[in-house]
């Protein structure tokens, strides 16, 4: 007994430690940005990186599951003859839950992944050590481009989702199940709030935050040569992904609870 005590003691104390690591270093990197110099070039380069090279894969992701979610709910809804609600619920869906959940997730495995590996690598080269030696603030030059390329790019990102999921829908309601095409876009318009589609850019901006801050922080801290890269890339995506959902479900219980 006292050891299972004993290891759920040190499981917690360890958590602690790493939650406090990532805070501190969030916090540290944010802060030299209160200062010059400002490396603007930088973050308009993590800005396309994330953002434009990244439209394919999130696009590509949002139509498939706008058409998805549209088919699934005519399964559901046509048992009960409420084909009618299917705009509604594809709206929503994507622009509440499913546009930021899915386009975090997508960047998270595509740039959370490369940040990490070239941070990493930077870090088992002793790159980051010659920036120190050169007068350069790595988290200046490395981590705070990203932190905001992230922070700013993300939403962007997700508004141009929501917009492809929800034709997604479309497509598949008016030219498979036959809608009215003018009633599918009014049934759509008519219950969507500028609070969903808030909700949903809020909830991008604290992804994209959290999907570029644990790229940086695992490669930061990586060591072990090609070995540690690899293992900083792929707690990076897991992580990412992991708080992603938790975060989701937090913002979603504060911005809608009744």
Do not use: W
């Not at 040190?10 to 270093?25: P, Q």
């Not at 110099?37 to 973050?43: S, W």
């Not at 905001?148 to 141009?160: R, S």
């Not at 999907?211 to 293992?231: I, K």
């Amino acid at each position: 007994m006292f050891r299972a005590l004993a290891s759920i003691g040190a499981a917690t104390l360890s958590f602690l430690v790493a939650t406090g690591r990532i805070v501190i270093f969030a916090v540290t990197a944010l802060a030299t940005g209160l200062s010059p110099p400002f490396y603007l070039r930088v973050i308009l380069r993590q800005m396309l990186d994330i953002g434009y090279f990244s439209l394919p894969v999130v696009g590509l992701t949002a139509i498939f599951t706008g058409m998805v979610l549209a088919l699934q709910s005519y399964t559901g809804f046509s048992r009960f003859s409420a084909e009618s609600a299917i705009a509604t619920v594809v709206v929503l869906s994507v622009t509440r839950e499913l546009g930021p959940v899915i386009a975090g997730l997508m960047v998270a495995g595509r740039v959370g992944a490369a940040m990490a590996a070239e941070i990493g690598t930077m870090r088992v080269t002793d790159q980051i050590d010659a920036l120190t030696t050169l007068s350069t603030d790595p988290l200046r030059y490395l981590v705070l481009p990203r932190l905001l390329a992230g922070l700013i790019t993300l939403p962007f990102l997700v508004l141009v989702a929501d917009i492809i999921g929800v034709f997604g829908g479309y497509l598949v309601g008016v030219y498979k199940f036959g809608f009215n095409p003018e009633a599918y876009l009014i049934s759509t318009k008519q219950y969507l709030e500028t609070s969903d589609v808030v909700s949903g850019l809020v909830k991008a901006a604290v992804f994209g935050f959290v999907v570029t801050l644990m790229g940086c922080y695992h490669g930061y801290y990586s060591s072990g040569g090609a070995q540690g890269v690899g293992q900083a890339t792929t707690y990076s995506v897991v992580s990412a992904s992991i708080l992603i959902l938790v975060l989701d479900y937090g913002i979603t219980q504060a911005l809608f609870a009744r």
